[in-house]
């Protein structure tokens, strides 16, 4: 099984794996995320173009917000 590492945690690859593809399969709804992949910064406009690729590493930090 080819995989990508996502927060450490190892989910299934395929062909085509776009970022707005990775938080579905995650279930992440938030609004406000940073998303590093191989330590490259990808920008919100580019989640649905973005493919990422066999054994990337994703990181997806949650922003929160308060006082």
């Given at each position: 099984?080819?995989?990508?590492?996502v927060n450490n945690n190892p989910i299934e690859w395929q062909e085509n794996l776009t970022i707005n593809k990775i938080l579905k399969i995650m279930k992440y709804s938030?609004?406000?995320?940073?998303?590093k992949v191989d330590g490259e910064?990808?920008?919100?406009n580019?989640?649905?173009?973005?493919?990422v690729s066999e054994n990337a590493d994703v990181?997806?930090?949650?922003?929160?917000?308060?006082?």
């Amino acid at each position: 099984m080819k995989t990508i590492k996502v927060n450490n945690n190892p989910i299934e690859w395929q062909e085509n794996l776009t970022i707005n593809k990775i938080l579905k399969i995650m279930k992440y709804s938030f609004k406000m995320l940073v998303i590093k992949v191989d330590g490259e910064l990808i920008k919100k406009n580019e989640y649905g173009t973005k493919i990422v690729s066999e054994n990337a590493d994703v990181k997806i930090i949650h922003l929160i917000s308060g006082g």
